[in-house]
């Protein structure tokens, strides 16, 4: 298994611009979800699903969106770049809920 | 909410010394908890968990357990090794946002040779 993978593995994009994260995970887990990491702040959930077709946000959605159309990705899709969103962005999977199990992160710099 | 705190890093070390990290919650009822580690230019790995009061859990030599009288649950490890600098984080599973891990800012820890 090749677990939760992730990319790119960093990106520099300007103000306004758009970008897609990508998310895969071969582990059949039913919970995703999109974190993302600043210094000081430990990790933040951004958006998660609990299967196929269905998400929700978390505690920072703003500028973000998400779609489930596979139980296997979960693409993350920046609207509109702004500096605020330069962070690291982490993916995570679990079944049921249990021990989340996370990608090896996005570095996102945004000018 | 549901929230950790973590005692702020970062700690250094000598090789062979005794590790711990405070680590204290907040949140309704009794979470599962958490702690993972970050190697440098890596993601996060469960290092290990417990998931009911006095439970303890332990995976490389790293211990911590479950004290719902003090709602702690610190990270210790007996004798620490270069290879065991990383950052720290602990974690609960809240009942909010479909089960999403709450963390801590993170420890670093730095160990000498």
């Known amino acids: 298994n090749a677990g939760v993978t992730q990319t790119p593995k960093f990106q520099v994009l300007k103000t306004g611009q758009s970008m897609t994260l990508q998310c895969a995970q071969d582990m059949n887990h039913e919970y995703m979800s999109w974190y993302r990491q600043d210094p000081g702040m430990g990790l933040r959930l951004i958006h998660y699903?609990?299967?196929?077709?269905?998400?929700d946000q978390g505690e920072v959605p703003n500028g973000y969106n998400v779609s489930r159309s596979t139980t296997e990705d979960f693409p993350l899709r920046l609207l509109s770049a702004a500096p605020s969103q330069t962070s690291v962005y982490f993916c995570?999977?679990?079944?049921?809920?249990?021990?989340?199990?996370f990608g090896p992160g996005t570095r996102l710099l945004v000018l | 909410g549901d929230s950790v705190t973590q005692m702020e890093g970062p700690v250094t070390l000598s090789e062979e010394a005794f590790l711990t990290i405070n680590c204290t919650y907040t949140?309704?009822?009794?979470?599962?908890l958490f702690w993972y580690v970050q190697y440098p230019g890596e993601g996060l790995q469960l290092l290990l968990k417990a998931t009911k009061a006095d439970d303890k859990g332990s995976n490389k030599g790293f211990e911590a357990t479950y004290r719902k009288e003090t709602t702690s649950f610190h990270l210790e490890k007996g004798s620490v090794q270069v290879s065991d600098s990383a950052v720290y984080f602990c974690?609960?599973?809240?009942?909010?946002?479909?089960?999403?891990?709450?963390f801590g800012a993170g420890t670093i820890l730095r160990v000498k040779s």
């Open positions: 995570a999977s679990s079944y049921q809920g249990r021990v989340q199990y």
């Open positions: 974690a609960l599973r809240s009942m909010e946002y479909g089960n999403k891990l709450v």
């Open positions: 949140a309704t009822g009794y979470p599962s």
């Open positions: 699903s609990v299967g196929a077709g269905i998400t």
